[in-house]
């Protein structure tokens, strides 16, 4: 299965988190589910400021008010303990939910 361009192969001995734009493998481990540890934390580094967000949202609806770090803290904890969920369930949502609200990000490309 493909999530954005990173997919996880079995190698041998061991499980490698592969991208589309890379030749070599960008990070290895002895189980499948570090590797989908290792992309969780990439991918919430990636997305932070609108999860975080959009986090905090629906922790509102919910009746609980969270801050900007403890909506991060949650996020945290879920991408290292729930990882698979994280990227499957709860990350789409939270995208959906930002792109929803109307809000603007912008991103920054530096050439080199």
């Not at 589309?20 to 580094?45: N, P, Q, W």
């Not at 509102?60 to 770090?69: L, M, N």
């Not at 959906?96 to 990000?105: D, H, L, N, V, Y």
């Amino acid at each position: 299965m493909s999530y954005e361009g990173f997919y996880i192969d079995k190698h041998s001995s061991c499980w490698i988190l592969h991208h589309d734009d890379y030749d070599h493998g960008l990070a290895s481990g002895k189980t499948k589910r570090e590797c989908f540890r290792y992309l969780a934390r990439l991918l919430l580094v990636r997305d932070q400021d609108i999860l975080e967000e959009a986090y905090q949202d629906k922790m509102r609806e919910a009746g609980e008010d969270y801050s900007r770090h403890e909506s991060l803290d949650a996020l945290i904890h879920e991408a290292s303990h729930n990882s698979k969920n994280f990227i499957e369930v709860l990350r789409p949502e939270l995208k959906k939910r930002f792109e929803a609200s109307g809000r603007s990000t912008f991103t920054v490309e530096v050439d080199e």
